[in-house]
Nanobody, 120 residues
Framework: QVQLVESGGGLVQAGGSLRLSCAASRSISSINVMGWYRQAPGKQRELVAT???????NYVDSVKGRFTIFRDNAKNTMYLQMNNLKPEDTAVYYCAAETETDRRGTFGSWGQGTQVTVSS
């Protein structure tokens, strides 16, 4: 497993941008999949984006064209660049990792979450 720490959340006006960071406790180059989830009050947790070690990214439809997920292996950090933010993006954002020891398709490591609030 790996320890993950998110940062970069905050309050922003609609149309603004934020970059979330997810710092890992060890090298992420061999981590199969890393991703970002979010959970808004009263709603189920939602998978926002994933990035594989091979460089393939996937996004939920609601953020396509606005969010970009990327990994910096040299810094052991994953990012989520969020542009043109909307009030409906307000949520706690969590990073997660499917490491070498996790069952395929299962995120076994999670961060503590960072709050993103978008005002209208």
């Amino acid at each position: 497993q790996v320890q993950l720490v998110e940062s970069g959340g905050g309050l922003v006006q609609a149309g603004g941008s934020l970059r979330l960071s997810c710092a890992a406790s060890r090298s992420i180059s061999s981590i199969n999949v890393m991703g970002w989830y979010r959970q808004a009050p009263g709603k189920q947790r939602e998978l926002v984006a994933t990035r594989t070690s091979g460089g393939r990214s996937n996004y939920v439809d609601s953020v396509k064209g606005r969010f970009t997920i990327f990994r910096d292996n040299a810094k052991n950090t994953m990012y989520l660049q969020m542009n043109n933010l909307k009030p409906e993006d307000t949520a706690v954002y969590y990073c997660a990792a499917e490491t070498e020891t996790d069952r395929r398709g299962t995120f076994g490591s999670w961060g503590q979450g960072t709050q993103v609030t978008v005002s209208s």
